[in-house]
T-cell receptor, first 115, second 114 residues
Framework: AQKVTQAQTEISVVEKEDVTLDCVYETRDTTYYLFWYKQPPSGELVFLIRRNSFDEQNEISGRYSWNFQKSTSSFNFTITASQVVDSAVYFCALSEQDAGNMLTFGGGTRLMVKP | DGGITQSPKYLFRKEGQNVTLSCEQN?????MYWYRQDPGQGLRLIYYSQIVNDFQKGDIAEGYSVSREKKESFPLTVTSAQKNPTAFYLCASSEAGTGGYEQYFGPGTRLTVT
């Protein structure tokens, strides 16, 4: 069965520090999709990125970057030069090809960025 | 603007009462989902629907019921059989199929049952 683990339950950094959020997944499917979502204090989940299992190319979007490594079953998320507005809970999620669009979420990492 | 609406944002009920949470989307998505989130935890799937008039149980369906009479709407009823209904409920929608489509979420409803 699929599983997503976010070992860091809470991280606290000072503004402008870089921070990496870890995500490790388990799946028996060869085709799967990985996602990151941000949940600000308002509660609504905001989609950040989707990767499929055949695309291990790292991605950068502004201050955000993602490192996908199939060899270690990890899909880590780095925020460069963190800002107070980055404070939120971040969720990693997995969707297996055979399970349609069903998402399995990790437990989330609460990031606190202090001024 | 396209999106998902959930109402109300906060809901209070007495124990033993059924309560229905609203979810509407205008994204023209075929698939819709209901999740439950407890404090400090991830999201758990309650029910999902890939098409109108069809829905399936998720991981924690006991004590909940849904209907999907219209493509835009997927209301969730929390029945009195749900042992611990106080939680944050999130509705989502996506394209249907096996393409790993991203899900888009509503703002959520925080239900408190006393």
């Amino acid at each position: 069965a699929q599983k997503v683990t976010q070992a860091q339950t809470e991280i606290s950094v000072v503004e402008k520090e870089d921070v990496t959020l870890d995500c490790v997944y388990e799946t028996r499917d060869t085709t799967y999709y990985l996602f990151w979502y941000k949940q600000p204090p308002s509660g609504e989940l905001v989609f950040l990125i989707r990767r499929n299992s055949f695309d291990e190319q790292n991605e950068i979007s502004g201050r955000y970057s993602w490192n996908f490594q199939k060899s270690t079953s990890s899909f880590n998320f780095t925020i460069t030069a963190s800002q107070v507005v980055d404070s939120a809970v971040y969720f990693c999620a997995l969707s297996e090809q055979d399970a349609g669009n069903m998402l399995t979420f990790g437990g989330g990492t609460r990031l606190m960025v202090k001024p | 603007d396209g999106g998902i609406t959930q109402s109300p944002k906060y809901l209070f009920r007495k124990e033993g009462q059924n309560v229905t949470l609203s979810c509407e989307q205008n994204l023209n998505h075929d698939a819709m989902y209901w999740y439950r989130q407890d404090p400090g935890q991830g999201l758990r799937l309650i029910y999902y629907s890939q098409i109108v008039n069809d829905f399936q149980k998720g991981d924690i369906a006991e004590g909940y019921s849904v209907s999907r009479e219209k493509k835009e709407s997927f209301p969730l009823t929390v029945t009195s059989a749900q042992k611990n209904p106080t939680a944050f409920y999130l509705c989502a929608s996506s394209e249907a199929g096996t393409g790993g489509y991203e899900q888009y979420f509503g703002p959520g409803t925080r239900l408190t049952v006393t």
